[in-house]
């Protein structure tokens, strides 16, 4: 559990409010029917210009936030579509966690499901957070103990049992689901005790019209 503990690294400041998920993963970057190769569509119109060339005035592109690996955002991050390629594309790139006032509903549960981790604080302590990105400060995120450290920022933030039980064990929606699998297997036995006749109504029926018709 001790790795899965803290998220840590250098931090970018991202001043954009509403940030919505086709500005995250532009749409001609869902061309691919699995999750690989989104890295370079990552906030491409704010990373490169119209000839595909780096803005030097995005932090992203410059030399001191090359290892970046969590984002300090204006408000209501992830808005817009529902496409969970924005959570993919993040990861990919190498963020494991987004700072911000609010996020867009959906969005924060993809990333939660994905284990990207984000975290809500009150518009005053991004603004430090902001102001110590500025300085090529570092960030340490404690899921256990759920605080936020940077130079100026010791904050507490909130995060569901469920979703901090998935982060500190390493587990995704699906592994979550199968640390229950006892339960499941128990209630799926007294229910097929109690009610023989629904147990693979389909499967039979497949059956008996094969027979019918041999």
């Not at 579509?81 to 190498?94: D, I």
């Not at 991004?126 to 110590?132: G, N, P, S």
């Not at 920022?153 to 909130?158: E, G, L, N, R």
């Not at 592994?175 to 229910?191: C, D, K, M, R, V």
Request: proline content about 3%; aromatic content about 8%.
């Amino acid at each position: 559990m001790a790795e899965n503990k803290l998220v840590q690294g250098r931090m970018a400041a991202i001043r954009i409010e509403n940030l919505d998920t086709d500005q995250i993963m532009p749409k001609q970057f869902l061309h691919g029917i699995d999750k690989s190769g989104l890295a370079q569509g990552l906030l491409y119109d704010l990373r490169f210009d119209a000839q595909g060339q780096p803005r030097p005035d995005c932090v992203l592109n410059q030399s001191a936030y090359a290892q970046t690996r969590i984002l300090v955002a204006g408000a209501n991050f992830g808005c817009g579509s529902s496409r969970e390629h924005a959570v993919w594309g993040l990861q990919q790139y190498g963020i494991q966690a987004v700072i911000a006032p609010s996020f867009g509903e959906i969005f924060y549960s993809n990333a939660m499901n994905n284990r990207l981790l984000l975290a809500m604080l009150p518009q005053e302590q991004i603004a430090a957070l902001m102001h110590d990105a500025d300085q090529q400060g570092e960030l340490q995120i404690d899921v256990d103990r759920m605080r936020v450290r940077s130079a100026s920022v010791d904050a507490a933030f909130s995060l569901s049992d469920r979703h901090r039980q998935m982060f500190l064990e390493g587990l995704d929606v699906i592994g979550l689901s199968l640390t229950y699998q006892a339960q499941i297997q128990a209630f799926a036995a007294q229910h097929w005790q109690q009610h023989p006749w629904m147990r693979d109504v389909a499967g039979n029926t497949r059956v008996r019209l094969a027979n019918f018709f041999k």
